[in-house]
């Protein structure tokens, strides 16, 4: 599976869209772009994925570039409850989280 | 989405002795179940991958007679920590999905103390 990079953490104010970054440069053609999150203590919670068009469901919307080596995950309106761990994961397979982004939603 | 419903939520055990927890996928069918290992402030780490009806493939590192899982139908897989000891004690976290290559759901996971 790719190997992806994240920032360790990111504040956002609620209210405000939260972007989230991931870059993912060794990606392959056959490879899929998840993002899952995981509330302290909880287990991860599928967010969206997507191949190489861009993707929007009632949680978030997945940008994709189109040489495919970033990805960036859109939540519309932040809320408190969102603070968690974002996994950005890349794989053709099974799922291999690395650090992921600490988001952090400030009132 | 899809439950996963995972069970105990958490367990304390006595060393040396030995601890199934459970995994079931409620509305759906799944055909592969992945386990994982949640140490405090890391990640997850992949333990194994189960299909149904066959032997799980383990992770490097990861000790099978140790880690005893079945996957005896579409819908539940259980993990059996055996002579568990306290290094054994962490987040266990389990998930299910139809296909590889589709989304993944998580349970909820299991916090095992070994005391």
């Known amino acids: 599976d790719a190997k992806t990079t994240q920032p360790p953490s990111m504040d956002c104010a609620e209210g405000r869209a939260a972007n989230l970054p991931c870059n993912h440069s060794?990606?392959?053609?056959?490879?899929?772009v998840y993002w899952y999150r995981q509330i302290h203590s909880q287990g991860p919670q599928y967010i969206i994925h997507?191949?190489?068009n861009n993707e929007t469901n009632e949680m978030a919307s997945l940008i994709i570039t189109e040489d495919r080596k970033s990805s960036t995950l859109i939540l519309p309106h932040a809320t408190l409850r969102d603070t968690a761990v974002y996994y950005c994961?890349?794989?053709?397979?099974?799922?291999?989280f690395g650090k992921g982004t600490h988001l952090i939603i400030q009132p | 989405g899809a439950v996963v419903s995972q069970h105990p939520s958490w367990v304390i055990c006595k060393s040396g002795t030995s601890v199934k927890i459970e995994c079931r996928s409620l509305?759906?069918?799944?055909?592969?179940m992945f386990w994982y290992r949640q140490f405090p402030k890391q990640s997850l780490m992949l333990m194994a991958t189960?299909?149904?009806?066959?032997?799980?493939?383990?992770e490097q590192g990861v000790e099978k007679d140790k880690f005893l899982i079945n996957h005896a139908s579409l819908t539940l897989s259980t993990l059996t920590v055996t002579s568990a000891h306290p290094e054994d004690s962490s987040f266990y976290i389990c998930?299910?999905?139809?296909?590889?290559?589709?989304?993944?759901?998580f349970g909820q996971g299991t916090r095992l103390t070994v005391v």
């Open positions: 189960s299909n149904e009806g066959s032997k799980a493939t383990y």
């Open positions: 509305d759906f069918q799944a055909t592969t």
């Open positions: 997507g191949l190489k």
């Open positions: 998930s299910a999905s139809v296909e590889v290559l589709t989304e993944a759901f």
């Open positions: 994961i890349v794989t053709g397979s099974g799922l291999t």
């Open positions: 060794t990606i392959s053609g056959n490879e899929y």
